[in-house]
T-cell receptor
């Protein structure tokens, strides 16, 4: 079946800079998208979501952008902090079923 | 601490065996989700229950089954285990069947099949 994928497996970013994590999806029937953060040794943690009828949503220091034309999802983290070091997954939902991308490992340099 | 508990934390067993993983959702949460995370397959959604009823099925093998009991705890049964079933199994819970923004994950059960 169709699956969600990420463009880059790793991202190294300087502390204080902005981070952009990308995700490509292929299922045009997906109506809802989620970004998760997973720190080492822990379970995933919800960061932010967006419905398919929106193209942008902002949270605290995070913004998710959805481009349905090219089936692209991105997560922007403002003023990246050491605590942002983790693996980030995008997920898409169709009929209550979630499909996850492979994950991008973000490393924050001091 | 997310409030979701999973037991056991670690499980080592042999091929062909059967194991049961247990999950207790956060107080008040009616929906339980099971996920598998392995190095080669990544994070995969297995199954979701809401108030005792199956709500959605993902990439769950026929050798695997789950249920949610009246007290809302859930069990994931894995049978005829294969080496490839070695993975982290996460349970998550939320109040409703669609409140992913209030979905909390447990610490996981690490299953090793030898």
């Amino acid at each position: 079946g169709e699956s969600v994928g990420l463009h880059l497996p790793t991202l190294s970013v300087q502390e204080g800079d902005n981070s952009i994590i990308n995700c490509a999806y292929s299922n045009s029937a997906s109506d809802y998208f989620i970004w998760y953060k997973q720190e080492s040794g822990k379970g995933p943690q919800f960061i932010i979501d967006i419905r398919s009828n929106m193209d942008k949503r902002q949270g605290q220091r995070v913004t998710v952008l959805l481009n349905k034309t090219v089936k692209h999802l991105s997560l922007q983290i403002a003023a990246t902090q050491p605590g942002d070091s983790a693996v980030y997954f995008c997920a898409e939902r169709e009929d209550y079923k979630l499909s996850f991308g492979a994950g991008t490992t973000v490393t924050v340099r001091a | 601490d997310s409030g979701v508990t999973q037991t056991p934390k670690h499980l080592i067993t042999a091929t062909g065996q059967r194991v049961t993983l247990r999950c207790s959702p956060r107080s008040g949460d009616l929906s339980v989700y099971w996920y598998q995370q392995s190095l080669d397959q990544g994070l995969q959604f297995l199954i979701q229950y809401y108030n005792g009823e199956e709500r959605a099925k993902g990439n769950i093998l026929e050798r695997f089954s789950a249920q949610q009991f009246p007290d809302l705890h859930s069990e994931l049964n894995l049978s005829s285990l294969e080496l490839g079933d070695s993975a982290l199994y996460f349970c998550a819970s939320s109040v409703t069947s669609t409140s992913y923004n209030e979905q909390f994950f447990g610490p996981g059960t690490r299953l090793t099949v030898l």
